[in-house]
Nanobody, 124 residues
């Protein structure tokens, strides 16, 4: 069992930055691929970024490529999402997820555990 707790969300102006953190409790964090998803009001949850268990492989949605960076610290059981050049369209609840896999995972259905989410609001 893995429990995930996100933090770092908030209100920021367009062009600003935020860093989200997700701390995992439970065993074998380093055996899980990690991902970030987001859900805006009235929209489906969408993939943002994923990182492999080792941290060597990452993959991003086209909408955030070049602006967001996913990273992890297995010693701290933590995954991060650095978000730069934020846009109003990035406004959403951001969710952290863990999937038992060595490789990156972009599919919602392949994740085993989810956090409760953290709100990110970008004002224009």
């Amino acid at each position: 069992q893995v429990q995930l707790v996100e933090s770092g969300g908030g209100l920021v102006q367009a062009g600003g930055s935020l860093r989200l953190s997700c701390v995992a409790s439970g065993r074998a964090f380093s055996r899980y691929a990690m991902g970030w998803f987001r859900q805006a009001p009235g929209k489906e949850r969408e993939f943002v970024a994923t990182i492999s268990w080792s941290g060597y492989s990452t993959y991003y949605a086209d909408s955030v490529k070049g602006r967001f960076t996913i990273s992890r610290d297995n010693a701290k059981n933590t995954v991060y999402l650095q978000m730069n050049s934020l846009k109003p369209d990035d406004t959403a609840v951001y969710y952290c997820a863990a999937g038992y896999s060595r490789a990156t995972i972009a599919s919602f259905n392949e994740y085993d555990y989810w956090g409760q989410g953290t709100q990110v609001t970008v004002s224009s």
